[in-house]
Nanobody, 123 residues
Framework: QVQLVESGGGDVQAGDSLELSCVAS????????MGWFRQAPGKEREFVAG????????LYAESVQGRFTISRNSAMTTVYLQMNSLKPEDTATYYC????????????????WGQGTQVTVTS
């Protein structure tokens, strides 16, 4: 079992920055991958960014490339998503998730999910 708890969401204005955190506990392995997804009302859940616990590999959705940065701490207990230059279209509930298939962008390959944290960006 893996438990994931996100935090850091909030209400911000366009151009502002936020950092989301995801604390992982339970059975985690260095070969696992961690990802951030988001879901806006009426839309499907979409991949935002992913990282291997080893930190060697990072992936980004094209829509956030250059604005968002995913990272993890050396203890492999926390994953971060630094979000800069936020836009109204970034408004969504953001979810942290774990996959045994490090490098996946597919939600179906993530088996543990957090409860989500809301990010609202106003213009």
């Amino acid at each position: 079992q893996v438990q994931l708890v996100e935090s850091g969401g909030g209400d911000v204005q366009a151009g502002d920055s936020l950092e989301l955190s995801c604390v992982a506990s339970g059975r985690t392995f260095s070969s696992d991958g961690m990802g951030w997804f988001r879901q806006a009302p009426g839309k499907e859940r979409e991949f935002v960014a992913g990282i291997s616990w080893s930190g060697i590999m990072t992936l980004y959705a094209e829509s956030v490339q250059g604005r968002f940065t995913i990272s993890r701490n050396s203890a492999m207990t926390t994953v971060y998503l630094q979000m800069n230059s936020l836009k109204p279209e970034d408004t969504a509930t953001y979810y942290c998730a774990r996959t045994p298939n490090s490098g996946s962008r597919r939600a179906g390959e993530y088996d543990y999910w957090g409860q989500g944290t809301q990010v609202t960006v106003t213009s």
